[in-house]
Structures are given as structure tokens and as C-alpha cells.
């Protein structure tokens, strides 16, 4: 997971801070951890259904941060993505719907993906991805564990029960599409007009 303080990649290490005890809604417990990079805490709060986690969400901080978005992404799929990033503290299981949603519907209009279900689109665009990249797609499927959850993959607006660290998971790999797609693309359009420029002030043709 990243450290929602500081946005360092960290390794989970949850501990028990307090058992809050249980009511009609289920069993509530506070856990905490802290960063190893920044040192501060990070605090979450679970309810518990006959052993299964429910629910989880952040305490502290209230919204973990997140990386802003390049303005070359195009705003349809940017306020997806802000969405998701909003609701992630208060419920997880909405956050990793929205993604779904927005990840679906990228792989159909900006990779051109014949339209399925989630599943069969991922297979359909990891060739066209660079393998660190598909590696992470492809681990949507497994992390939001879609053998046990059908609907994330037919119905990817469905607000079910996510997995550990998929909600996030699922906002990394947007970030990277993004900038796979809209963000590297752009940078070059721009590095080569001002090189055309600069072979132009010098009396040379432009790059073919």
C-alpha cells in the first residue's frame, strides 16, 4: 500500500490498537500502524461480520492522499478517478466501484477493447501494454479476487465487498494508464514541437 501521509510505497503491518465491541451492525475494532518512511500513524477502523470484514475505512488520516492528476487527462475520466479518491475514506467498497467503472470504460474508448465483461477486455489489452503495466492489470483481477465476485467483473459499477488494498490498488493502476495513454503522449507531442522549433530557427526541416 502507499502511506496515505507521504505517498511512500509500504509493506502492512497492522496492529490491534482497540476492540470496540460489537452492536447490531457487527464487531468493531481500531487498528494502527505507522509509516516507516514518515513515522506518522495511520489509523483505520473495521466493523467484522461473523469473522469476514465488512466495512474498513481511514480515521487518520480522513483522505489519504493522492498524486494530482496531469491536466492531459481528459476531464471524463479524471472526475471519475477524483470520485473514487473522495469517497475512498469513507467507504471503500464505493472507491473500487467507481475504478472499476472508469477502468472499464477506458480500456473501451481510449484502448479499443471489444466490450465484455471486465475480464476479457483485461486479456484483450495486455499485449498492447508495456509488461510492467499489464502485470498490474492483470493483477485486478486477482486481487479483487473475481472468481468469489462475479459482479466486479459483469457488472463493474456494482458496490460489493472489496478485497485488502484492491480499492488502491485499482486507483495505482488508473495512474498508470493515464499516464500510459493521455500523460507520456502528450509530453512527447510537446518535446517535438519545440524541437521542430528549434530545427526551424536553425534553417533545418522538421522531423520527420
Same mark, same amino acid.
Given at each position: /500500500?502507499?502511506?496515505? +501521509? &507521504? /505517498?511512500?510505497?509500504? +509493506? *502492512?503491518?497492522? $496492529? /490491534?490498537?482497540?476492540?470496540?465491541?460489537?452492536?447490531?451492525?457487527?464487531?468493531?475494532?481500531?487498528?494502527? /500502524?505507522?509509516?516507516?518512511?514518515?513515522?506518522?500513524?495511520?489509523?483505520?477502523? *473495521?466493523?467484522?461480520?461473523?469473522?469476514?470484514? #465488512?466495512?474498513?475505512?481511514?480515521?487518520?488520516?480522513?483522505?489519504?492522499?493522492?498524486?494530482?492528476?496531469?491536466e492531459?487527462?481528459? $476531464?471524463?475520466?479524471?472526475?471519475?478517478?477524483? #470520485?473514487? &479518491?473522495?469517497?475512498?475514506? !469513507?467507504s471503500?467498497?464505493?472507491?473500487?466501484? @467507481?475504478?472499476?467503472?472508469?477502468?472499464?470504460?477506458?480500456?473501451?474508448?481510449?484502448?479499443?477493447?471489444?466490450?465484455?465483461?471486465?475480464?476479457?477486455?483485461? %486479456? #484483450?489489452?495486455?499485449?498492447?501494454?508495456?509488461? +510492467?503495466?499489464?502485470?498490474?492489470?492483470?493483477?485486478?483481477?486477482?486481487?479483487?479476487?473475481?472468481?468469489?465476485?462475479?459482479?466486479k467483473? $459483469?457488472? $463493474?459499477?456494482?458496490?460489493?465487498?472489496?478485497?485488502?488494498? !484492491?480499492?488502491?490498488?485499482? @486507483? %495505482?493502476?488508473? !495512474?498508470?494508464?493515464?499516464?500510459?495513454?493521455f500523460?507520456?503522449?502528450?509530453?512527447?507531442?510537446?518535446?517535438?514541437?519545440?524541437l521542430?522549433?528549434?530545427?526551424?530557427?536553425?534553417?533545418?526541416?522538421?522531423?520527420?
Open positions: /500500500m502507499k502511506c496515505p +501521509h &507521504c /505517498m511512500q510505497g509500504i +509493506h *502492512e503491518s497492522w $496492529t /490491534m490498537a482497540a476492540h470496540l465491541g460489537g452492536d447490531r451492525d457487527g464487531d468493531w475494532r481500531v487498528l494502527q /500502524m505507522v509509516c516507516p518512511e514518515c513515522r506518522r500513524f495511520i489509523i483505520r477502523v *473495521e466493523r467484522q461480520v461473523a469473522s469476514a470484514v #465488512e466495512d474498513r475505512f481511514f480515521a487518520h488520516p480522513r483522505a489519504p492522499l493522492r498524486s494530482p492528476l496531469s492531459d487527462v481528459p $476531464t471524463e475520466y479524471a472526475n471519475d478517478y477524483r #470520485e473514487a &479518491c473522495v469517497v475512498f475514506s !469513507e471503500s467498497k464505493a472507491s473500487a466501484a @467507481l475504478s472499476r467503472r472508469c477502468l472499464q470504460r477506458l480500456l473501451r474508448e481510449k484502448a479499443g477493447v471489444k466490450p465484455g465483461n471486465l475480464s476479457d477486455e483485461i %486479456d #484483450e489489452v495486455m499485449p498492447k501494454l508495456p509488461s +510492467h503495466l499489464a502485470d498490474a492489470v492483470d493483477a485486478v483481477r486477482n486481487v479483487g479476487n473475481f472468481a468469489a465476485h462475479p459482479l467483473n $459483469t457488472n $463493474t459499477g456494482e458496490v460489493v465487498d472489496v478485497e485488502p488494498g !484492491e480499492a488502491e490498488w485499482l @486507483l %495505482d493502476v488508473l !495512474e498508470g494508464l493515464f499516464d500510459f495513454y500523460v507520456q503522449p502528450e509530453l512527447l507531442k510537446r518535446k517535438r514541437a519545440e521542430d522549433n528549434k530545427l526551424q530557427e536553425a534553417g533545418k526541416p522538421p522531423m520527420k
